[in-house]
């Protein structure tokens, strides 16, 4: 079974910026992203990327201050995060278009996206 591969998460102070790594996209031209998850709450989409080309998808709440980016020498994505809140906890899931089924489906605005590749996650906490 195909498993993304991230890495960066941890504990940061609220204000205060970190960088998540996602590697192992094994589709070409398709688009990744970044999918969070709060205690008690659903999953939500957060920044996507079009490996293929260079658009770019945010969630109104990240807009600003999240971007995502990409180096396709090192088929890795990446999430740089600034002016974290406490809000912004969550595990951080990496996806990618394709796999087995259709997907799952999440909306970076008005887009959808349809995920069927997953990472295991990397936990962010930021403090008060």
């Known amino acids: 079974q195909v498993r993304l591969v991230e890495s960066g998460g941890g504990p940061v102070q609220a204000g205060g910026s970190l960088k998540l790594s996602c590697t192992g996209n094994?589709?070409?031209?398709?688009?990744m992203g970044w999918i969070r998850q709060a205690p008690g709450l659903e999953r939500e989409g957060v920044a996507a990327i079009n490996t293929g080309g260079s658009s770019t998808y945010y969630a109104d709440s990240v807009k600003g201050r999240f971007t995502i980016s990409q180096d396709n020498r090192k088929n890795t994505i990446y999430l740089h995060m600034s002016s974290l809140k406490p809000d912004d906890t969550a595990m951080y899931y990496c996806?990618?278009?394709?796999?087995?089924?259709?997907?799952?489906?999440?909306?970076?605005?008005?887009?959808?996206?349809?995920?069927?590749?997953w990472g295991q996650g990397t936990q962010v906490t930021v403090s008060s």
């Open positions: 094994p589709y070409k031209n398709n688009v």
């Open positions: 996806a990618a278009e394709g796999g087995e089924g259709a997907g799952i489906p999440y909306k970076f605005g008005p887009t959808t996206i349809y995920f069927g590749t």
